[in-house]
Structures are given as structure tokens and as C-alpha cells.
């Protein structure tokens, strides 16, 4: 059995509001924010990117852990902002977390999958007996030019889980892929900004790949919506999580929980993590949640958990060592869009 040991998730404080960019170009305010779904997304400060972002993650999560940060066997980060092309995200964290240096790390990219990529990999090392404990983070400042639709949408965070056999606190009872070249999205090496193919974007890209590994994932576990407590699915945007929850079987109730975009934003790699993080800080042992990424390009990584004992005494001890997700969103500070472009270095 393998599971979650531990998590961390870091929501930098700034936001912007959307209905602010979109009066900088002179759109609608009420017609941007309700065609989208989103009121407000998360900034970073001028000095933080992914690593300071995976960072604060890691560290939250392994102080809420009993284990040692030399436990840590491997360590792989996924992100579409990797600040260096060469010189590993992932090693700098290691680093600075105090790993030690028997640690198999690696940096991954698969757009806003490759969070969920990272974990599907850390499992199968310790499901063969390769590993112990592995860390997987998905952390993004998400990029965007100015004037583009992504730029009401994308946004900043990280989320950290420590995977293991003991004392897991949610257990992994299957997982599956489904996969295309789809190309709804994408950025040559050198170009500042991701240029995006608006036809492919929810139909052909995101809907039948999330559509697509739910399903496998429903046949390979036979479970079905109504026996599941929690969905948690990719946020691009408040709307298509809600429209791919619906159209699979499941309720408002059972989605609403994991709904961090209306909040946040689209922070690419760590946004179904935040959602399922979220979950994870209120479900109870014996529960079940259902969790589907989404990485341009494209594809989907599907999870089944459930909840175990343990959760009980790890939200109980962990509150005190790190902030939960609905603490983290709440506590913010409001940034006008020229302070968003000097912060987001685009100014």
C-alpha cells in the first residue's frame, strides 16, 4: 500500500482582481469574470518563482511529517516555469530543504500535469521496493502575456506531498494515464509566452482527456460517482472543472470542496494538487476522492484514494505546523495591474 504521508501548499499573498485587468483593456469587468468563472488569482512577489514557490511547499509539508527530511529518497518537481532551461529546479530545493544527497532527483514537464506526473512516478518507486519516501511537487508561476485570455486566469502556488507505506494518511487505491498529441497549447524554447490554439483548448484537448482517464479510471476501479465523497479535477478556469463534473455524473457537493480556482486562479502544476490538498485538509477516514489532472499537449492523470485513521491525528498535529489551503486563500493582500506587471516582471 502506498499512500500520502504528508502535504504542504504555499499560495503566494498578492491577487489581482480579474475585473481589474480586464478594465486596464478597456473590457467588460462582469463579462470577463462570468464567462470565466474567476474573481481573483494569486500574484507572486517580484522575488519568487517556482523554486522559492516549491520550496515553501516542500518545507511545509515535511514539518507537518514525523519523518526526516533524510528519508527523502527521491525528489522531482513539475512545472511549466522552471527558471533555469539547464540547472534543475529540483536539486536547488533538495538543497535548501536539507535532504542530504542520496536523493534521486529530476525535474518534470508536461504542462499543468506534471505535478501528477511526478507522484504516478514516485509510486512506482516505492511500489517496487526501489525507494522509501519520495517527494513530489507541482509549483508554477504561471506565464502569460498581457492582453491574453490567459492572463485572467493564470497565477502562482505550490503543493508538496511526501509518498510512502507508512502512516499514510490517504492510500492509493489505483491510478491511470490517457494521452494525445493534442497541440492546445505551447511554447518554443526561448519564447517568453504560451501561445495557445483557442479550437483545441475544450473539446478536442481538455474535456476528452479529462473525460477519457475518468472513465478508464471508473472501469479499471468499477467504482461510480454516486459511491465517491469528493471529485477533484484541472482548473483552467470556475468553469470547465464544473461542466466535466457534471457531465461524468457527479454533484456541486461533491466538487465543491476542491474549487481553489474561484480563489486563486489556474496555477498550471499545482492546480489539481491544491484542489485535492484542500480536500485532503477536511475529509474524514473512509472517504473517498477522485482526482483527474490536465496537462496541455495533451493528457490526464486519474487517481482513486481513500482516507485513512491516520488523517485524523495529522490534521489534528499539522494545523499548528502549517496553514491549511482556505487559511492560505484567505489571507491576502490586493495588487492593482500595474503592480501585478512589475511583480510578474512583465513591466
Not at 10 to 29: E, L
Not at 116 to 123: F, H, S
Not at 126 to 143: K, M, N, V
Request: hydrophobic share 40%; proline share 4%.
Amino acid at each position: 500500500m502506498v499512500g500520502i504521508v504528508s502535504y504542504g501548499t504555499y499560495i503566494p499573498t498578492y491577487r489581482v482582481r480579474v475585473a481589474d485587468i480586464a478594465a486596464a483593456w478597456k473590457k467588460n469587468p462582469d463579462e470577463v469574470t462570468g464567462s470565466l468563472g474567476v474573481a481573483e488569482k494569486s500574484v507572486p512577489a517580484i522575488d519568487e518563482d517556482a523554486v522559492t514557490i516549491a520550496l515553501e511547499a516542500a518545507t511545509q509539508c515535511v514539518n507537518a511529517s514525523t519523518r526526516q527530511r533524510s528519508d527523502i529518497e527521491a525528489l522531482f518537481v513539475g512545472s511549466e516555469s522552471h527558471p533555469y532551461a539547464v540547472n534543475p529546479t529540483s536539486t536547488i530545493v533538495g538543497e535548501l530543504l536539507g535532504v542530504g544527497n542520496n536523493y534521486l532527483a529530476a525535474d518534470l514537464e508536461f504542462a499543468c500535469k506534471a505535478g501528477t506526473a511526478g507522484m504516478q512516478a514516485i509510486t512506482g518507486l516505492i511500489g517496487s521496493g526501489q525507494i522509501s519516501y519520495g517527494l513530489a511537487i507541482g509549483a508554477d508561476t504561471a506565464q502569460s502575456k498581457p492582453h491574453d485570455i490567459l492572463e485572467y486566469t493564470s497565477a502562482a502556488a505550490g503543493v508538496a506531498f511526501l509518498l510512502g507505506r507508512e502512516k499514510i494518511i490517504a492510500k492509493l487505491l489505483t491510478y491511470t494515464s490517457y494521452s494525445s498529441d493534442t497541440p492546445d497549447f505551447w511554447r518554443r524554447d526561448g519564447i517568453r509566452y504560451p501561445s495557445h490554439a483557442g479550437r483545441f483548448t475544450g473539446e478536442p484537448a481538455y474535456f476528452a482527456h479529462v473525460v477519457g482517464a475518468a472513465r478508464r479510471l471508473m472501469e479499471k476501479t468499477k467504482v461510480r460517482p454516486e459511491n465517491v465523497n469528493y471529485c477533484v479535477f484541472h482548473m483552467p478556469n470556475g468553469k470547465f472543472p464544473r461542466d466535466v463534473a457534471r457531465r461524468l455524473g457527479f454533484t456541486g457537493e461533491q466538487l465543491a470542496p476542491s474549487l481553489t480556482v474561484d480563489h486563486v486562479g489556474n496555477p498550471y502544476s499545482a492546480s489539481s494538487l491544491l484542489g485535492f490538498a484542500a480536500v485532503l485538509d477536511i475529509a474524514k477516514p473512509g472517504q473517498t476522492i477522485f482526482m483527474v489532472s490536465y496537462g496541455s499537449g495533451a493528457g490526464s492523470d486519474g487517481f482513486l484514494w481513500e482516507v485513512t485513521k491516520e488523517a485524523v491525528s495529522y490534521q489534528l498535529s499539522a494545523i499548528s505546523k502549517k496553514k491549511t489551503v482556505k487559511d492560505q486563500i484567505e489571507k491576502k493582500m490586493y495588487v492593482d495591474y500595474l503592480g501585478y506587471l512589475k511583480q510578474t516582471h512583465k513591466l
